[in-house]
C-alpha cells in the first residue's frame, strides 16, 4: 500500500537587515508569486516574523530552501529560508 508522503511548507524568516524589495524579488524568483501576493507575503514576515511561501514534497522544499539562501548570500544579504513539516 503506498503512503501518501508528507508535506513541508518553505518559510521566509524576518530579519533586520533585508530589504523589503529583496524579499519580493525572491517570492517571485522562486515561488513564481505574482507582485501583490508577493508583497502581501513579505508583510506578513515583516509583521509576523515568519511566513509560509509555499507547500511541497521534502525534496522540492529543501531545494527551495537551498537555493534562496544561496541566492541571498550571492547577493550579500542575511535572508533565511527553512522548512516546516506540515501536521498530518
Given amino acids: 500500500e503506498l503512503k501518501?508522503?508528507?508535506k513541508f511548507d518553505v518559510l521566509l524568516l524576518n530579519d533586520?537587515?533585508?530589504s523589503m524589495d529583496f524579499v519580493v524579488e525572491v517570492l517571485r524568483k522562486f515561488f513564481k508569486k505574482e507582485f501583490q501576493v508577493a508583497e502581501a507575503i513579505m508583510l506578513k514576515i515583516h509583521i509576523d516574523g515568519e511566513a509560509v511561501c509555499g507547500t511541497?514534497?521534502?525534496d522540492?522544499?529543501?531545494t527551495k530552501v537551498s537555493q534562496v539562501i544561496e541566492y541571498s548570500r550571492k547577493m550579500d544579504?542575511?535572508?533565511m529560508s527553512v522548512l516546516r513539516?506540515?501536521?498530518a
Avoid: F, G, I, K
Fill in 4 to 6: 501518501v508522503p508528507n
Fill in 77 to 79: 544579504q542575511p535572508l
Fill in 56 to 58: 511541497y514534497s521534502h
Fill in 16 to 18: 533586520d537587515y533585508t
Fill in 60 to 62: 522540492v522544499a529543501q
Fill in 85 to 87: 513539516e506540515v501536521a
